[in-house]
């Protein structure tokens, strides 16, 4: 499935105020509905990272029943740690109608 870009024109916004050029690129696929992608930007030395939300974004990959959550489950947990005073990537936009999360970048695992 090819990642529809103009998802991203109001996150973009919300971060820079307008809408850089970039390049996006995939990361490899695991077991999670959601897709991650790397934006790299042709005027600026940061990268961001986009959480690319599935259709139904609401459904846990983890619930096997009950009530659907009241919030994205992702955004609870950064929630709680941030409250604990741990250090997590920052949210920079979230942008649930187009199914996009804007985060800091940590840059790639290397061994």
Same mark, same amino acid.
């Given at each position: ?18 809408? %850089? %050029? ?16 790397? /934006? ?27 009530? %659907?959550?009241?919030? /994205? %489950?992702? /955004? ?36």
């Amino acid at each position: 499935m090819v990642f529809d870009q103009q998802r991203l024109d109001r996150a973009l916004r919300e971060v820079f105020g307008t809408i %850089p %050029p970039f390049e996006c690129a995939q990361f490899a696929a695991d077991a999670s509905t959601r897709r991650y992608h790397r /934006l790299r930007f042709e005027d600026r030395p940061e990268t961001l990272v986009v959480m690319d939300l599935p259709e139904n974004f609401m459904a846990s990959d983890e619930l096997l029943g009950g009530e %659907p959550p009241k919030e /994205l %489950p992702f /955004l609870e947990v950064a929630r709680l740690l941030e409250g604990a005073s741990i250090d997590i990537p920052k949210i920079h936009a979230v942008d649930l109608e187009s199914r996009v999360l804007l985060l800091e970048d940590l840059g790639d695992l290397r061994r």
